[in-house]
Nanobody, 120 residues
Framework: QVQVVESGGGLVQPGGSLRLSCAASGIIFSLNDMGWYRQAPGKERELVAD???????NYADSVKGRFTISRDNAKNTVYLQMNSLKPDDTAVYYC??????????????WGQGTQVTVSS
């Protein structure tokens, strides 16, 4: 079983920055893709950014040039640096990890979510 815990959310003014962290723990064999999704009130959950085990990153068009995803494989941790934040970035941010066990079975795990509010 894998546990996923996010941290780093909060209230920030437009134009400000926040850094989200997500640590996976438990019985871990290998983590494939790790990423961040978000869900705003009344909207569906959407991909913000994800990153492969080799470090190849993918971003939603709405955050390109403002957000940077990175990971530390030794610490089973993924980060999301968010700069130039806008009110439209307000949402609950969820961490996602794709775990592969020793038999090659894949399973998705999600964190509990962390609130990011961008407001003056």
């Amino acid at each position: 079983q894998v546990q996923v815990v996010e941290s780093g959310g909060g209230l920030v003014q437009p134009g400000g920055s926040l850094r989200l962290s997500c640590a996976a723990s438990g019985i871990i064999f290998s983590l494939n893709d790790m990423g961040w999704y978000r869900q705003a009130p009344g909207k569906e959950r959407e991909l913000v950014a994800d990153i492969t085990i080799s470090g190849s990153a993918n971003y939603a068009d709405s955050v390109k040039g403002r957000f940077t995803i990175s990971r530390d494989n030794a610490k089973n941790t993924v980060y999301l640096q968010m700069n130039s934040l806008k009110p439209d970035d307000t949402a609950v941010y969820y961490c996602h990890v794709n775990h592969v066990n020793s038999w090659g079975t894949r399973r998705d795990y999600w964190g509990q979510g962390t609130q990011v509010t961008v407001s003056s």
